[in-house]
Protein backbone atom coordinates (compact mmCIF):
# COMPACT_ATOMS: atom_id res chain seq x y z
CA UNK A 1 0.00 0.00 0.00
CA UNK A 2 1.28 3.28 -0.83
CA UNK A 3 0.96 6.37 1.40
CA UNK A 4 0.16 9.69 1.28
CA UNK A 5 2.69 11.66 2.93
CA UNK A 6 3.24 15.33 4.43
CA UNK A 7 6.34 15.94 5.46
CA UNK A 8 7.04 19.66 7.71
CA UNK A 9 9.98 20.37 9.61
CA UNK A 10 11.72 23.43 10.89
CA UNK A 11 15.77 23.51 11.18
CA UNK A 12 17.29 24.43 14.69
CA UNK A 13 20.20 25.62 12.32
CA UNK A 14 19.29 27.11 9.19
CA UNK A 15 22.77 26.18 7.40
CA UNK A 16 21.93 22.38 8.22
CA UNK A 17 22.41 20.62 4.92
CA UNK A 18 19.63 21.16 3.00
CA UNK A 19 20.71 18.69 0.16
CA UNK A 20 21.23 15.54 2.50
CA UNK A 21 17.21 16.20 4.05
CA UNK A 22 15.73 16.83 0.15
CA UNK A 23 17.61 13.35 -0.63
CA UNK A 24 16.34 11.69 1.95
CA UNK A 25 13.06 12.65 1.47
CA UNK A 26 13.29 11.74 -2.46
CA UNK A 27 14.01 8.38 -1.09
CA UNK A 28 11.09 8.19 0.30
CA UNK A 29 9.25 8.25 -2.97
CA UNK A 30 7.41 10.37 -5.03
CA UNK A 31 8.39 13.58 -3.47
CA UNK A 32 6.87 17.05 -4.51
CA UNK A 33 8.46 20.18 -2.72
CA UNK A 34 5.36 22.49 -1.85
CA UNK A 35 7.51 25.04 -0.01
CA UNK A 36 10.72 25.21 1.49
CA UNK A 37 10.25 23.23 4.34
CA UNK A 38 7.08 21.53 3.38
CA UNK A 39 6.90 18.19 1.13
CA UNK A 40 4.44 15.60 -0.47
CA UNK A 41 5.50 12.17 -0.70
CA UNK A 42 3.67 9.15 -1.75
CA UNK A 43 5.43 6.60 -0.39
CA UNK A 44 5.36 2.83 0.51
CA UNK A 45 6.33 4.33 4.29
CA UNK A 46 4.10 4.79 6.67
CA UNK A 47 4.26 8.36 8.65
CA UNK A 48 6.83 6.13 11.60
CA UNK A 49 8.68 4.66 9.40
CA UNK A 50 9.40 7.93 7.49
CA UNK A 51 9.76 9.56 10.72
CA UNK A 52 12.44 7.19 12.13
CA UNK A 53 14.40 7.47 8.40
CA UNK A 54 14.36 11.47 8.14
CA UNK A 55 15.30 11.74 11.54
CA UNK A 56 18.89 10.02 11.01
CA UNK A 57 19.71 13.47 8.94
CA UNK A 58 17.59 15.74 10.63
CA UNK A 59 19.31 16.86 13.99
CA UNK A 60 17.57 16.47 17.73
CA UNK A 61 16.63 19.88 17.76
CA UNK A 62 14.89 20.02 14.46
CA UNK A 63 11.34 19.94 14.60
CA UNK A 64 9.27 17.24 12.27
CA UNK A 65 5.76 16.38 11.57
CA UNK A 66 5.01 13.87 9.30
CA UNK A 67 1.24 13.36 8.36
CA UNK A 68 -0.27 9.79 6.64
CA UNK A 69 -3.18 11.18 5.04
CA UNK A 70 -4.18 7.73 3.65
CA UNK A 71 -4.65 6.48 6.86
CA UNK A 72 -5.09 9.96 9.33
CA UNK A 73 -2.44 9.21 11.39
CA UNK A 74 0.81 11.56 11.96
CA UNK A 75 4.01 11.66 14.16
CA UNK A 76 6.02 14.48 15.32
CA UNK A 77 8.84 15.37 17.17
CA UNK A 78 9.80 18.39 19.64
CA UNK A 79 6.73 20.15 19.30
CA UNK A 80 6.05 22.00 22.88
CA UNK A 81 3.89 20.46 24.68
CA UNK A 82 0.83 23.58 23.79
CA UNK A 83 0.92 22.28 20.17
CA UNK A 84 0.76 18.72 21.26
CA UNK A 85 -2.08 19.18 23.15
CA UNK A 86 -3.80 21.89 20.79
CA UNK A 87 -3.38 18.30 17.89
CA UNK A 88 -4.60 15.55 19.89
CA UNK A 89 -7.74 17.40 21.28
CA UNK A 90 -8.26 18.25 17.81
CA UNK A 91 -7.63 14.87 15.87
CA UNK A 92 -10.45 13.35 14.19
CA UNK A 93 -10.35 9.85 13.84
Known amino acids: MWNNLFISYQLNDPAQNQEAIAKAIDALGNSTQLHDTCWYVNSPKNAS ?45
Open 49 to 93: EAGSLLGRVLSQEDILIVTNTSSDSAIWHNLNEKQEIRIKQNWKR
